[in-house]
C-alpha cells in the first residue's frame, strides 16, 4: 500500500492562497493516478481534483471553478494542489490518495477512490 503525506496547510484570510503537497515514495508509484480530497466536519469526504501519471490529463470538482491548480513533480515523487482566492467553505482536511479514479454519470463527473486509507492529511483554515 502508498504511503502518503500531506503538508502544506494552514490559516490564511478569505482571498488567500496556499500550495499543499503529497509526497509518495517509490519509483513504481510515480506512475499513480492521483487526487486530492477533503473532509470538513459534519460533512462527507468530498472530490477535488486529480491528475493523471503523466501529468497531462487533470480533473476537477466542479465548484473549484479555476481556483486551484493540481500538478505533478514525478522526479520528486510529488504533487501539489495550489489553491486561490479560498473561501471560509474551503475550511477543511485536505487529503491525497494513489488510488483515485475518475469517473462521469450522465452528464456529471467526480473522482472515488478504490483504498478508504487515508494519511493524515493537511487542516486549511480559512478565515473571513
Known amino acids: 500500500q502508498v504511503q502518503v503525506v500531506e503538508s502544506g496547510g494552514g490559516l490564511v484570510q478569505a482571498g488567500g492562497s496556499l500550495t499543499l503537497s503529497c509526497e509518495f515514495p517509490?519509483?513504481?508509484?510515480?506512475?499513480?493516478?492521483m487526487g486530492w480530497f477533503r473532509q470538513s466536519p459534519r460533512k462527507e469526504r468530498e472530490f477535488v481534483a486529480a491528475?493523471?501519471?503523466?501529468?497531462?490529463?487533470?480533473y476537477y470538482a466542479d465548484w473549484v471553478k479555476g481556483r486551484f491548480t493540481i500538478a505533478r513533480d514525478s522526479a520528486k515523487n510529488t504533487v501539489y494542489l495550489q489553491m486561490k482566492t479560498l473561501k471560509p467553505e474551503d475550511t477543511a482536511v485536505y487529503h491525497c490518495?494513489?488510488?483515485?479514479?475518475?469517473?462521469?454519470?450522465?452528464?456529471?463527473?467526480?473522482?472515488?477512490?478504490?483504498?478508504?486509507?487515508w494519511g493524515q492529511g493537511t487542516q486549511v483554515t480559512v478565515s473571513i
Open positions: 490518495n494513489p488510488t483515485t479514479y475518475y469517473y462521469c454519470s450522465g452528464h456529471k463527473c467526480s473522482g472515488g477512490y478504490q483504498s478508504d486509507t
Open positions: 491528475i493523471g501519471w503523466t501529468g497531462t490529463n487533470t
Open positions: 517509490g519509483r513504481a508509484e510515480s506512475r499513480l493516478f
